[in-house]
Every structure is written in structure tokens, then in C-alpha cells.
């Protein structure tokens, strides 16, 4: 069965340095998003992505964080200069489409622990 | 502004007892409510989707149905697999392909 694949699954940063998450959608699918969450909280949106741009972000989603499909199958969210309240699973995910009740597929998340 | 509110936030049951979880949104137009399951440590997996008032969508020892207001999912029958946290999310007309999630249902199923 298709699957979103995401690496690392555990990345461990010191503050202030930049990391980069990876994700390979699944292959048909067209849309492609970040979500976050902060342990014991709820599932927050990042950013949405389609046709090489991004088509919807969240106000969490500002000048420190960028997106980033630099070939037919990887997606990649940059964190620059990290802070300690970076620290959460980030969550790749994958639509084949925009419509309403396209269901959006999750990966297995990259835990981030910036100290 | 668009919010979702899961009850109640953790549930313990016996297998083989039939309960249900409530998930009640308020948002400007609902274009979506689905209905995800989420393991420890794990992304969430995709169960239902939902739209119309009245609509059910059924697996498995598992059913959801939705109103105007709320959605529920029914648990017939536990089994200790079942053990997880339920996010219940909506996708709002003005949200274009974001989801809002709620804080999730934690589920116990004792053998």
C-alpha cells in the first residue's frame, strides 16, 4: 500500500542551527503539507503546497520555516535557526487532490528535539 | 474562528463495550470532517471522511456518523487493538486544504 516516508524519524539540534526534514509524498498525489505537533497538543497546520508553490500557510509558518520540492519526489521542510519550542513531531502529508473530501495521508512523523 | 472540541478526552473500556466518541465543530461552512486514528509515536491514519448531515460511514467495529453540529464515532465491541487516540478534523470552507483538528480521544481498551 502507498505510504508517506519521512527521514529522519528522530532528529536531535542544537538552538540556533538549521535542520531540514524530508519526506517523499505518495507518488500520485498532487498536494502536499506540513503539519506539527507540540507533545500533549493538538495536530497544527503548517504550510500546503501545490504545483511548486505554496498555496496555504498557517501564521505559525513564518520567515524561519521555507518548503521546498527540489526534485519529482522528495518534499522538504527547512527550520532555520531553531529554538527550543521547535521541539515537536512534524508531519508530512500527501493529497491526490484539492477537493473537499480528498483525505490527506500522513507519514510517520520526524520527531525534532532542539536543546 | 474554526474550532473543534473532542469529548471526552480519554475513555476506558472493557472489551466488548460499546461506546461513543463525541467530536463538536464550529466553523463558518463545513466542506469536510474526518476522522483519524493515531497510535503512540505514529502519524495519523486516515479512517473517515464525512460531509452531508445524516451521512454514517462504517469499518469494522468502528462507525461514524455526522450532524450539523457534531460528528460521532461508535464503537461497537472493543478489542484491545482498538487502544489509540481518535482526532477528529474538519476542513472549513474558508480554510481552502488545511485540516483543524481537535485534541483527540484517548482509548483504552482493557482485555
Known amino acids: 500500500e502507498p505510504e508517506v516516508t519521512q527521514t529522519p524519524s528522530h532528529q536531535v539540534t542544537q538552538m540556533g542551527q538549521e535542520v531540514i526534514l524530508r519526506c517523499v509524498p505518495i507518488?500520485?498525489?498532487?498536494?502536499f503539507y506540513w503539519y506539527r505537533q507540540i507533545l500533549g497538543q493538538k495536530v497544527e497546520f503548517l504550510v500546503s503546497?501545490?504545483?511548486?508553490?505554496?498555496?496555504?500557510k498557517s501564521e505559525i509558518f513564518d520567515d524561519q520555516f521555507s518548503v521546498e520540492r527540489p526534485d519529482g519526489s522528495n518534499f522538504t521542510l527547512k527550520i532555520r535557526s531553531t529554538k527550543l519550542e521547535d521541539s515537536a513531531m512534524y508531519f508530512c502529508a500527501s493529497s491526490e487532490d484539492s477537493r473537499p473530501l480528498a483525505e490527506a495521508f500522513f507519514g510517520q512523523g520526524t520527531r525534532l528535539t532542539v536543546v | 474562528e474554526d474550532q473543534v472540541t473532542q469529548s471526552p478526552e480519554a475513555l476506558r473500556l472493557q472489551e466488548g463495550e460499546s461506546s461513543s466518541l463525541n467530536c463538536s465543530y464550529t466553523?463558518?461552512?463545513?466542506?469536510?470532517l474526518f476522522w483519524y486514528r493515531q497510535d503512540p509515536g505514529k502519524g495519523p491514519e486516515f479512517l473517515f471522511t464525512?460531509?452531508?448531515a445524516g451521512e454514517e460511514k462504517e469499518k469494522e467495529r468502528l462507525k461514524a456518523t455526522l450532524t450539523k453540529k457534531e460528528s460521532f464515532l461508535h464503537i461497537t465491541a472493543p478489542k484491545p487493538e482498538d487502544s489509540a487516540t481518535y482526532l477528529c478534523a474538519v476542513k472549513p470552507e474558508t480554510s481552502g486544504s488545511r485540516l483543524t483538528f481537535g485534541e483527540g480521544t484517548q482509548l483504552t481498551v482493557n482485555p
Open positions: 507518488s500520485n498525489h498532487l498536494y
Open positions: 503546497f501545490y504545483n511548486n508553490e505554496i498555496s496555504e
Open positions: 466553523v463558518s461552512g463545513l466542506r469536510g
Open positions: 464525512l460531509y452531508s
